[in-house]
């Protein structure tokens, strides 16, 4: 079983306090999420590989780390996942970014995969999925497939909000995938919104609706 990471560092939960009120304006929905997100890349990274090197202080010769050179991608789900990205990159500069689009089909109600564009070396690298809530668990379940069919199997999903629905289905369907969260909410209501959740996050963090 994957596991459930909660980042529940006193900075990500004061940040998403702000990103969860209904009267938090768009520019600082955003300005928070990305903020957040580049909290977030620090706890996900925080088992990246790391070689030692001999390096010259100005007073003495020492061992010391480095990172081994690990190859990271992001793949933000559309539309929302976009809000994550440059957070992230902030962290990790040389990240590539591949994207995935999925609808719900109105009658299956399943997530249909209408785009995706990924690194070309995409099956070397650590993938890191992001979609800010995590509520059925569909749409992450699908994005995390279309990879695995793409031979990409080190994938780690990063959202800032989940049900427990979601962390459920997720670790039923892709036992071998990491979960970062900032928080893990209540339930799911009839309409497949997070409780207490923050609203749409596409809708908040683009001003539409
Ligand atoms: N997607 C959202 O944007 N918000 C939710 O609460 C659930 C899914």
Known sequence: MGKLVICDHPLIQHKLTFIRDKETNTKDFRELVDEVSTLMAFEITRDMP???????????????KVLSGRMLGIIPVLRAGLGMVDGILKL???????????????????????????PTDAPDRL???VDPMLATGGSANAAIAALKNRDCTQVKLMCLIAAPEGVAAVQAAHPDVD????????????HGYIVPGLGDAGDRMFGTK
């Open 127 to 129: 993938l890191i999925v």
């Open 50 to 64: 790391l070689d030692t090197i001999t390096v010259h202080t100005p007073v003495a010769e020492t061992e010391a």
């Open 179 to 190: 979960i970062y969260v900032a928080a893990l909410d209540e339930k799911l209501n009839d």
């Open 92 to 118: 990790i500069p040389a990240a590539k970014v591949g994207h995935i689009g999925l609808f719900r089909d109105p009658e299956t109600l399943q997530p249909v995969e209408y785009y995706i564009n990924l």
